[in-house]
């Protein structure tokens, strides 16, 4: 009896706990309709009519053949099949056909009205921060001027909070469910937003708004504002977030940081839409990069070209003689251990690729690959592989990795070869120059893993069935997060503690079951499979027990195909002969140098100073302001000149996102606009400094011998959001 007594007790207190949360509910519910019920009966609703309705429709239709001819066209039409526009004791409402019931319990101006009202009092926004960087060992101009705005803008913010309700200017806003649309009006009339975008899954839903929203007045006023509007019309939730994950790119990633989510009522696929939202949230403000890092990649491919490492051709997506040749990738997750023998055992009858750190890993179990792919780009890299005290070993590998990789890494093995990474200057420069695109192709989804490296390599050499070993990209809660015989781990398996545990997302296993991740893995896990897609010819298995990889099919070991008495260095030949260039990339070197020379840098420079230098008086101007940066930016790659676009874009995008979380504090216009007037200084000095730091560094490689303690820049989330 005395055992069960502590579980009783702990029960009846969950069930306390339950009742106080419930009975909370229950009071905010009971405060809301009676906020209501005092709404209604404030103030005499218009009375709407047929003729009412019809004749908004009519106005509407005209005013999005003008803004939106696409959603007019599917408008046109459209007829409703669950929900329908209907008039209850003379005020609009919509029906469910299947259900009979009504949208709204109550009349649905004055619903929208009061949650108006309390969004105004405490709306939600996604208040996020880029972080402040404690370590900066490879001494990054762009995180020394970073950190001291960071510094700076979160001492403001600290201060602003809890100040006024929502501001009448306003940055971005997403807008969940769109129902008869007067939660609409009042927001896009009463507050000047820079970007709004409006979500509704349902296009019966969206239909009945145009029979009661006032669109016909909110779209020219959005646009004689200069503002913009996106509307996401009978989304699912991946194809929304894509959708604004590009829109985003235009308007200016680094909104994110102070973004206003609103929710006009919830559905399950509206629930669907946020739940995906948070989950990938992430991915809007990773892959940035930054000057420095842009910097050491120009150098970096500029003495990889000098030294002639040859780049591989474009891969074609007929049928290739190698197709049906399996090739093993290597990762480190914590499952390559349990397929450490099958590998060592079979070890001839496929290619064998390590990807990074894996390559110690499969030494210690006498693996030896045939290719070893890499993709970080500092100095550090050259060091763990020296750590392996085996330079024979490594001689006899063959190197694919992007031409962004120290030039120390590619000189430890006799034969490399090289792939030019997408979104670098780098690059952008390379497909600048007259004939380099006929025969080379930029690497897509190419990192954040070298992983990713990997896959994109072994389709450029004309392997087309791949298995992917140790590619875990997740692991279980309390497992190992990888291999024990990596650099990860000691001798004796005791964990370093080099790897940082941060794995705060849950994602289906590829055997079933969920794991754990973090969101540089899950990254590496979505470019994959993005991968995958633009290369259906690709057969890929996925032996790890890490995540599920959609488009790379689960596989045991007793299904993999093994190529019996193929001849490795037959095999060996034809994909590193007839799939790289044979004619030197050194031939690029001059113009390559011409695209990149520092006074094209120097006159960007200036002209960027030439627009942040004037104070501003308004958070419009202010955002505006900005706007104008990243279209200067764009303007350089309409004339041809991506590569400048590519080295300032990431730097830019930090500097802005800690302004305009400046910019948009929850404290009154004046304060904020001083504020970013007197932090934009910061941003400046870093410009002015650029000039001469590009002259100093672009084709000098990386030289520090550290250890990576920089990363990247995180941006976190403080609060709800949407």
């Known amino acids: 009896m005395s055992d069960t007594l502590p579980l009783i007790e702990e029960t009846i207190r969950d069930l306390e706990e339950k009742i106080d949360v419930l009975q909370g509910i229950v009071d905010r519910q009971k405060q809301r309709s009676s906020g209501y019920q005092e709404l209604s009966e404030s103030f005499t609703p218009i009375g709407f009519d047929d003729n009412y309705l019809v004749g908004h429709y009519h106005q509407n239709m005209a005013a999005l053949e003008k803004y939106f001819p696409d959603v007019h066209k599917a408008m046109l039409e459209y007829k409703p099949v669950r929900y329908h526009i209907d008039v209850v004791d003379n005020l609009p409402n919509i029906r469910d056909k299947e259900t009979g019931t009504l949208v709204y319990t109550q009349p649905a101006f004055t619903t929208s009205l009061y949650q108006y009202e309390e969004f105004c009092l405490a709306p ?263 750590d392996i005290k085996d330079p024979e070993f490594l001689r006899d590998r063959v190197l694919l990795a992007p031409g962004t990789v120290h030039p120390e890494v590619f000189k430890k093995f006799a034969k490399a070869f090289m792939a030019p990474k997408h979104g670098e200057p780098a690059t952008d420069a390379l497909e600048s120059i007259p004939g380099f695109s006929d025969e080379f192709e930029s690497a897509l989804h190419i990192n954040p893993t070298v992983a990713n490296t990997a896959v994109f390599m072994s389709h450029a050499l004309g392997f087309r069935t791949l298995y992917l070993f140790g590619v875990d990209l997740g692991h279980q809660r309390d497992g190992n997060h990888h291999s024990v015989h990596s650099v990860y781990y000691k001798a004796d398996g005791a964990d370093r503690g080099i790897y940082r545990e941060t794995d705060d997302y849950v994602v289906p296993g590829n055997f079933g079951g969920e794991v754990v991740t973090n969101a540089f893995f899950n990254l590496s896990r979505i470019c994959i499979e993005r991968l995958l897609r633009r290369r259906p010819e690709l057969m890929c298995f996925n032996l790890g027990e890490g995540a599920l990889i959609r488009g790379a099919i689960p596989c045991n070991q007793e299904d993999v195909l093994l190529a019996s008495g193929m001849d490795k260095a037959d095999v060996m030949e034809m994909a590193t002969h007839f799939n790289v260039d044979s004619q030197g990339a050194s031939r690029f070197e001059a113009p390559y140098w011409d695209c990149l020379a520092p006074p094209k840098v120097d006159a960007l420079s200036e002209a960027l100073l030439d627009i942040l230098q004037p104070d501003v008086d308004s958070r419009r101007a202010g955002s505006l302001q900005m706007e104008e940066v990243m279209e200067r930016l764009r303007d350089e790659s309409r004339a041809g000149r991506p590569y400048l676009n590519s080295l300032f874009e990431g730097s830019m995008l930090y500097y802005h996102a800690v302004l305009v979380r400046v910019l948009y504090a929850p404290t009154d216009d004046t304060r904020c606009v001083a504020a970013y007037n007197e932090l934009k200084q910061i941003y400046l000095d870093f410009l002015r400094a650029v000039p001469a730091h590009y002259r100093m560094h672009y084709q000098r490689p990386n030289s520090l011998s550290l250890q990576e303690g920089y990363n990247d820049w995180i941006v976190t989330e403080e609060g709800e959001g949407a």
């Open 124 to 386: 939600k926004m996604s208040h996020s921060r880029i972080q402040y960087t404690h370590e900066n060992p490879m001494g990054f101009m762009h995180v020394d001027y970073l950190n001291q705005l960071v510094t700076a803008s979160d001492k403001f913010v600290e201060e602003s909070v809890g100040g006024e309700r929502l501001p009448k200017d306003v940055g971005m806003m997403l807008v969940f469910g769109m129902g008869l649309g007067f939660h609409v009006e009042l927001l896009a009339i009463n507050h000047n937003i820079h970007h709004l975008y409006i979500i509704e899954p349902d296009l019966d839903i969206f239909y009945a708004s145009l029979f009661t929203t006032a669109w016909f007045h909110v779209l020219p006023l959005i646009d004689e504002r200069g503002g913009t509007l996106q509307l996401s019309l009978g989304v699912e939730a991946e194809e929304f977030f894509e959708a604004h994950m590009s829109d985003s790119s235009i308007r200016g990633r680094y909104n994110i940081i102070s973004t206003y989510g609103f929710v006009h009522y919830q559905t399950k696929a509206i629930a669907e839409l946020l739940e995906h939202y948070k989950n990938r949230y992430y991915e809007l403000s990773m892959g940035w990069g930054f000057y420095d890092d842009a910097v050491m990649s120009i150098a970096h491919q500029g003495r990889n070209i000098h030294n002639d490492v040859p780049f591989v051709k474009i891969a074609g997506k007929t049928a290739h003689p190698l197709k049906n040749v399996p090739v093993f990738i290597c990762g480190n997750g914590p499952s390559l251990d349990r397929h450490a023998e099958f590998l060592r055992q079979n070890q001839d009858k496929g290619i064998v690729i390590s990807c990074g750190t894996a390559l110690r890993a499969l030494k210690k179990h006498g693996i030896t690959p045939d290719f070893h792919c890499e993709q970080e780009r500092t100095y550090p890299i050259a060091g763990l592989l020296d």
